[in-house]
């Protein structure tokens, strides 16, 4: 079982940037798929990003071109770079993460709330 912790998020204008970092531990982060996910109020949980090994990645078409996933293996850290930010990417972000061999996102983190002003 991944334990993962986020941090990073706050409050920044529109047009600001912003990087939230995801924190694993209790497992070997190269077994696992890592992805970030957001939910606004009033809002079902979306996928954002995603990242499968290396250089893998997958984003919503929302934020392609100003949001970058990474991970550093060394540390078990990922990472969510957001540029460009918009009123409406305002959303508590969770980092989760599943097995590679899973389709089930079973390990989750607490949240870290985004506001962005206008």
């Known amino acids: 079982q991944v334990q993962l912790v986020e941090s990073g998020g706050g409050l920044v204008q529109a047009g600001g940037s912003l990087r939230l970092s995801c924190a694993a531990s209790?497992?070997?982060?190269?077994?696992?798929?890592i992805g970030w996910f957001r939910q606004a109020p009033g809002k079902e949980r979306e996928s954002v990003a995603t990242?499968?090994?290396?250089?893998?990645?997958n984003y919503a078409d929302s934020v392609k071109g100003r949001f970058t996933i990474s991970r550093d293996f060394r540390t078990n850290m990922v990472y969510l770079q957001m540029n460009t930010l918009r009123p409406e990417d305002t959303a508590v972000y969770y980092c989760?993460?599943?097995?590679?061999?899973?389709?089930?996102?079973?390990?989750w983190g607490q949240g870290t709330q985004v506001t962005v002003s206008s």
């Open positions: 989760a993460a599943r097995h590679r061999v899973q389709s089930q996102w079973n390990n």
């Open positions: 209790g497992g070997t982060l190269t077994d696992y798929v």
């Open positions: 990242i499968y090994n290396a250089h893998a990645t």
